[in-house]
């Protein structure tokens, strides 16, 4: 299991990390991704650090806060060194009916901070993550709440999720001007399936040195190719997110199953293993309800796709080109074209 480090900082974290959506049901949305109680969930923790994980990731909307409160106990009943794994978690989402128990004030961040410290039973967070982007509150007042957490030691590190390329830059400015903690990562939707954030998020990712974690990698389950042809089976047959351009995917799951047959490995260890592979990624989050599944998935990070079966993958899921980036291509194959010619004008 491959250690990266996390955005600009000294830390490290595994390739992979356990994502704890499928902990606790509840109500709603969160029962239909998963329900899994404390022994259920404590099995997959213990597997996943045995098998080199040293990230774990949640958030305290899910399963409306159980999902922290198992993953803490989880490690407890593990005995987990608390320097030996890196807790992450969110906040944002509602944790009650009021007008101010959401969103990313000053208020409501801090307060939901200190409430995820007392569900995961931890004296602090070491990357604490806005879940979405709140237009209602200055950027200013989001970056200074984080800064206020880092300065009392309730948190490490931090990051955002779900932003945009020019609101992360912004706050990366404010941050920079004023001496706060900056972020060091971001959190987005990515897989072969979904290579949106390639347009603007990944060049800024690189630009800024902030790390990239993954979630949905197998775009809710379709990626795993146990559901093509339009099946509704699994979890997107009652909730059908992230989306995706269903045609593009479906040709995506055939070229992944012609490397996984040849491979003799399952098609959404080929999906994994291509995101594994782009070097704007930091981490992968993987979240299973089962045990088999995760150890499909932690079985991923031993496959090493070849040049050849990388490029058949990246020109299947590859992205129509649109405005401005088209006109940069062409700009670039002027640039080469002008290098190799050895003409003035050349750079």
Not at 317 to 337: D, H, I, K, N, T
Request: with cysteine; proline share 4%.
């Amino acid at each position: 299991m491959y250690q990266k480090k996390l955005g600009n900082t000294g830390l490290f974290v595994s390739e992979l990390c356990l994502g704890t959506m499928t902990f606790g049901g509840g109500a709603g949305m969160w029962r239909q991704i998963g329900a899994l109680d404390q022994a259920e969930a404590g099995r997959l923790v213990g597997r996943a650090l045995e098998a080199g994980i040293n990230f774990i990731d949640t958030a305290d909307v899910y399963a409306e806060g159980l999902s922290e409160t198992i993953t803490g106990q989880a490690l407890r009943d593990l005995k987990v060194p608390r320097d030996s794994v890196v807790v992450a978690t969110k906040g944002y989402g509602p944790t009650g009916p009021g007008a101010n128990a959401k969103g990313a004030s000053r208020l409501h961040l801090i307060d939901a901070c200190k409430a995820s410290l007392k569900r995961l039973q931890l004296d602090h967070i070491d990357l604490y993550q806005i879940h979405g982007f709140d237009p209602a509150t200055p950027i200013e007042e989001q970056v200074r709440a984080l800064d206020i957490l880092v300065q009392h030691g309730h948190v490490r590190y931090v990051g955002v999720s779900n932003w945009a390329a020019w609101q992360v830059v912004k706050a990366l400015g404010i941050s920079a001007r004023a001496g706060l903690a900056r972020f060091e990562t971001l959190q987005a939707y990515y897989s072969i399936a979904g290579r949106d954030l390639e347009r603007e998020i990944v060049p800024m990712l690189r630009s800024e040195g902030l790390g990239l974690l993954v979630w949905s990698p197998l775009a809710g389950g379709l990626l795993s190719g146990k559901y093509s042809g339009g099946g509704g089976e699994g979890r997107r047959a009652s909730f059908d997110f992230p989306p995706v351009d269903r045609p593009r995917a479906e040709s995506c799951i055939d070229a992944m199953r012609t490397v996984a047959e040849a491979r003799g490995v399952s098609v959404a260890q080929v999906a994994l293993a291509w995101l594994l592979h782009r070097t704007a990624v930091t981490s992968v989050i993987v979240g299973a309800k089962r045990l088999d599944q995760l150890e499909d998935n932690i079985a991923a990070t031993a496959l090493s796709l070849t040049g050849d079966e990388l490029d058949a993958l990246d020109a299947v899921s590859a992205l129509p080109a649109e405005y401005p980036g088209w006109m940069f291509e062409r700009q670039g194959v002027r640039a080469q074209q002008l290098a190799e010619s050895g003409r003035p004008g050349a750079r």
